[in-house]
């Protein structure tokens, strides 16, 4: 059974930092690309970051470049989200997801909830 749970979510204030968990099960994880996904209040979908199988080549949204630092541990079948300089803007429910063929995903976690708020 494949599975993704994200974890690390919370309250910061604005300029603070919070590293996002995704733990990874039911498939061969070091195999897969994996994304991180978010969704605002009030927006769609917003890719976040990609990160290859291995964890060679990561890849981001424009927004969150320079602030963000996607990076996974294929040992422990782990993926993370080292968020700094935080913002209002960056309030959302983060997902990690699965990534498959053209780039779609095809299993998403539940997602955690991120607030950046004074």
């Known amino acids: 059974q494949v599975q993704v749970v994200e974890s690390g979510g919370g309250l910061v204030q604005p300029g603070g930092s919070l590293r996002l968990s995704c733990a990874a099960s039911?498939?061969?994880?070091?195999?897969?690309?994996m994304y991180w996904v978010r969704q605002a209040p009030g927006k769609g979908l917003e890719w976040v970051s990609g990160i290859t199988a291995g964890g060679g080549s990561v890849y981001y949204g424009d927004s969150v470049k320079g602030r963000f630092t996607a990076s996974r541990d294929n040992a422990r079948n782990t993926l993370y989200l080292q968020m700094n300089s935080l913002k209002p803007d960056d309030t959302a429910l983060y997902y990690c997801?699965?990534?498959?063929?053209?780039?779609?995903?095809?299993?998403w976690g539940q997602g955690t909830q991120v607030t950046v708020s004074s």
């Open positions: 039911g498939f061969v994880f070091s195999n897969y690309w």
């Open positions: 997801a699965r990534r498959i063929a053209q780039g779609a995903a095809d299993y």
